[in-house]
């Protein structure tokens, strides 16, 4: 299937320096083309099939700022914008996508390398932006990490946001430091071996500046959301708006040179009446055609709780052949262990055969009776490749959607970070860390916005407090519109070189370092994996495999010393790391050096620790 919209949406500069305006609009009756600035002018649009206005401009190059004008009287930003500068109520500004690239050989990297970084650019930084970004990609280099993906930058109100407000997709956002910022920042990574992976949400838009309805039938009220109607992908005009969201991501592929994209809630993504075509295999068929084109790797990750490997299937398989998921289940079985939570979504696990079976397939819930949900969830997960997962300790939401932000740095103890960090990282997952917890960050990360409409503040406001009535937290949510939520938010890396913070940081590049030089563990494969979960003993014993390599990881997520009998292959076992070691600031290790199996040893294990054994060649 190939799919090359021409000419494409936005404002184009052409070989001869005229410029291209192309907009979707069958609402309005009549469009304009309203130049502002100090060569302002009104310039008529041609009005073209199925609802598109054309014009080609002289004298309209880079930096020319203009609206287009429906009916004669209303100026809107142009939806397909490539920056607005003055916001999102303001001009879109013509852009140059030239850019002196140095990634010409940049391939990108195989999925089963990622090791991925999420950050947000306006918190990652003092500065808040893209360019600040560059002085400490270094630093994730050292830590080992592959991958930096970033949460959405397309243009949102206000100049602090989490980017899930965005209402202008194909705009970079201005207080980053717009298209040019982003463009240093993914040459940068590039230079330095790292993947950029693109936060994109295309299940709905922002309230504030959200002019699409103005335009066409973006919108459905045949579906509705958790943020109202959902966009239109299969009724009267879907084309067109599929048109707008596919487009979009080629934009970032070809402009930006973006490695991947994380879709948010693609469960979100309605379109029952199109299920012979979904828009999500329309959308992964596309990027995977340019990715081709382009000689390198290009990849497209699923968020969604529900469950349903039809995302991941081939789509020969039926499915819409994307080709990873983020497993909220993984974090859910892991924080419920250390930290005893039994609120919210958490009522559906605690157990540790919970987190063996995350372990072993991915999803926890493979059709059970979910408590929480009062109703069976999930298919089997059992066949899905483990390079379809990508897992996590904590994430944006995880964080940023308790009442206060905390962090799991602040829920559990040092020791027992260092297990959530192992069963992560030692996982045959795809592994993903968020922003500062490698170093013992503790700093919130808080939900922030910047409105500047009264009413949307205070709708924000009460649904927060709704979304945390389940939980039980009995505590009030902060104001997300002050904009103490937003610097209070801030990674403060002084921390790096003091005392445990120092230590845990040390502790994650040693882990990533096994990871990758060890056959066993860089092999990702639920078939190649055993997992025996001794709930009296609270310990849980991960064997991994790969050829003559061989792995052995030992999880105690009690908060007592415990011992135990466990299955081990016949063979001389070396210690390869123990969290318990005072090296990395913990009471001391209980375990031997080395230890001779014939098929099963007694352990003592730590409090809250854990224990990684590699086999030695015969």
């Known amino acids: ?78 939806p397909a914008s490539r920056y607005q500068p003055l916001g999102v109520h303001g001009p879109s500004e013509v852009v140059d996508p030239s850019f002196a690239w140095t990634d010409a ?50 243009q949102f109100p206000g100049d602090r946001n989490w980017g899930y407000d965005g209402v202008q997709p194909y705009a970079v956002q201005s207080s980053y430091g717009g298209p040019e910022g982003l463009r240093k920042l993914v040459d940068a990574c590039h230079a330095r071996g ?54 979009n991501a080629l934009h970032w592929i070809r402009e930006y040179h973006i490695d991947a994209f994380r879709l948010d809630a693609v469960d979100h993504i309605i379109d029952h009446h199109a299920s012979a075509r979904p828009f999500l295999r329309e959308l992964a068929d596309t990027v995977h055609e340019q990715a081709a084109s382009e000689g390198r790797h290009v990849y497209a990750f699923a968020e969604t709780a529900m469950n349903d490997t039809r995302f991941l299937l081939p789509a020969e398989g039926g499915g819409c052949g994307l080709d990873a998921q983020w497993n909220d289940e993984f974090h859910h079985a892991l924080h419920s262990l250390l930290t005893g939570e039994d609120a919210g979504y958490y009522r559906d696990f605690g157990s540790l055969e919970d987190m063996a079976r995350a372990f072993r397939e991915g999803y926890v819930y493979t059709g059970q009776y979910s408590p929480n949900r009062e109703r069976r969830h999930g298919t089997s997960s059992k066949d899905i490749p483990a390079s379809k997962f990508v897992v996590f300790r904590q994430n944006h939401d995880q964080v940023g959607n308790r009442v206060y932000g905390r962090r799991l740095a602040r829920l559990v103890s040092f020791e027992g970070i260092k297990v959530a960090a192992s069963a992560v990282l030692l996982s045959p997952y795809i592994p993903l860390l968020f922003m500062g917890e490698e170093y013992y960050e503790t700093a919130s990360f808080l939900y922030f916005t910047s409105h500047s409409d009264p009413d949307l503040v205070e709708a924000v406001r009460a649904g927060r407090q709704d979304e945390f009535s389940a939980f039980e937290w009995g505590d009030e949510p902060l104001d997300s519109q002050d904009e103490a939520m937003f610097h209070r938010s801030k990674l403060d890396r002084s921390l790096r070189a003091d005392g445990p913070h120092q230590a845990l940081l040390e502790f994650y590049t040693e882990l990533i370092a096994l990871r990758k ?102």
């Open 1 to 78: 299937m190939s799919i090359d919209w021409q000419p494409s949406l936005g404002a184009t500069i052409l070989p001869d320096g005229r410029t291209r305006f192309l907009v979707w609009a069958p609402h309005p009756s009549k469009v304009e083309l309203h130049i502002v600035g100090d060569s302002e002018r009104i310039v008529a649009m041609e009005a073209g099939e199925r609802g598109y206005y054309e014009a080609v401009v002289e004298g309209a190059g880079p930096g020319t700022q203009y609206f287009y004008r429906l009916e004669g009287e209303r100026d809107r930003p142009d």
């Open 105 to 154: 050989d940049w391939r990108g990297a195989p999925l089963e390398q990622y090791i991925l970084y999420e950050t947000h650019v306006g918190t990652f930084t003092l500065d808040g932006t893209f360019e600040a970004m560059i002085g400490h990609l270094d630093e994730l280099v050292e830590l080992g990490v592959t991958a930096l993906e970033l949460l959405p930058v397309a």
């Open 194 to 247: 790292l993947a950029v992976v693109l936060d994109v949400v295309y299940n709905h838009l922002g309230p504030e500046g959200n002019y699409l309805r103005e335009y066409g039938p973006y919108f459905t009220d045949r579906y509705h959301t958790f943020w109202g109607d959902a966009m239109n992908f299969d009724g009267p005009g879907s084309d067109e708006v599929r048109r707008y969201f596919i487009e």
């Open 517 to 618: 030089s060890t056959p066993a563990l860089s092999l990702l494969s639920k078939e190649h994996l055993e997992v025996d979960a001794l709930e009296r003993e609270r310990m849980l014993v991960l064997r991994r495999w790969n050829g003559e390599s061989e792995a052995a990881a030992l999880f105690n997520f009690s908060d007592t010393e415990s011992s135990a009998s466990v299955r081990l292959p016949e063979g001389h076992w070396r210690k390869r790391i123990d969290s318990a070691d005072e090296r990395w600031q913990g009471p001391g290790s209980a375990l031997p050096d080395n230890v001779e199996s014939a098929g099963e040893i007694e352990v003592v294990l730590r409090p809250l620790s854990v224990g990684v054994f590699l086999k030695e060649p015969a």
